[in-house]
């Protein structure tokens, strides 16, 4: 296993043409010495030209879904074995835009997982709660539940990170208190201890939702939060480096 060191991804969504590598290039240039580990997950159309355009420097370029299968008859889905192909050494997994708008239920997602692990990819499995469940005082049993349902015990004794992304936080500017964002990842940590012991301990957990400059610093120094999955603020390398300077 790689050391537990932070990790902080970039979800480009579906946003980026070739142009858009410039930015990549930025935050590569730009990243210095950080004691984070930094990737970039842009569309599946860019993974391979920015994995060549970045080989060699520190920049990680992932994924941003997969299909559990590695080939077949499946219009439109990318294989976790392409983006291994064309240079992606991760891939996000279990989004919330992807359960939300494409019915990703746990089982799903522990089956992407699992193909991400066939293909020599470092999963990050999402989790989080909508605005309902966390009002109706259901955060910590919904997301140890996403979490039980969507870590497929392969994992054990193999990379992998979670990503906590409150569904109320992503896009809207809104991010959980500090005690809030600790809260739930000592629950999600205990509920990766109780499946994966060793490993459970050492995967790093990110938030995401609503990271930019001005918070990063907080949220990453939180208890057990060891890293950041971030959505906007990834398209600019000046914000994506400021958060990255978070660490
Ligand atoms: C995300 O979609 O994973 C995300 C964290 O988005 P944002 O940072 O824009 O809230």
Redesign the pocket.
């Known amino acids: 296993m790689t050391q537990p060191v932070p990790l902080i991804a970039g979800?480009w969504?579906m946003n980026g043409l070739a142009a858009a590598m410039d930015e990549a290039r930025a935050v590569a240039a730009g990243l210095g010495a950080t004691p984070a580990r930094v990737a970039i997950c842009p569309p599946a159309t860019l993974v391979e030209r920015l994995a060549r355009a970045l080989a060699g420097g520190a920049v990680l370029v992932g994924g941003q879904d997969c299909h559990p299968k590695a080939s077949g008859a499946f219009t439109g889905d990318v294989a976790a074995e392409m983006l291994a192909d064309a240079g992606a050494s991760l891939v996000i997994v279990g989004?919330s835009?992807r359960r939300a708008g494409y019915g990703e239920t746990d089982a799903v997602v522990a089956d992407k997982a699992r193909a991400a692990l066939r293909a020599g990819l470092e999963p990050i499995v999402c989790v989080g709660e909508t605005l309902a469940e966390r009002e109706g005082g259901r955060a910590l049993a919904v997301v140890s539940e996403q979490a039980r349902g969507s870590l497929p015990a392969k994992l054990a004794g193999r990379d992998f990170c979670v990503a906590y992304?409150p569904v109320w936080?992503?896009?809207?500017g809104l991010t959980p208190t500090t005690p809030q964002i600790e809260e739930v990842h000592t629950a999600i940590r205990a509920v990766l201890v109780e499946m994966f012991g060793e490993t459970g301990r050492r995967a790093p957990i990110l938030y995401?939702?609503?990271?930019k400059p001005a918070n990063a610093a907080e949220i990453l120094h939180a208890a057990e939060v060891g890293g950041a999955?971030?959505?906007?603020?990834s398209l600019k390398a000046e914000d994506f480096l400021g958060i990255i300077r978070g660490v």
Do not use: Q
Request: aromatic share 0%; glycine share 28%; net charge negative.
């Open positions: 979800n969504k989004h835009e992304e936080a992503i896009g809207t995401g939702g609503s990271v999955l971030v959505g906007g603020a």
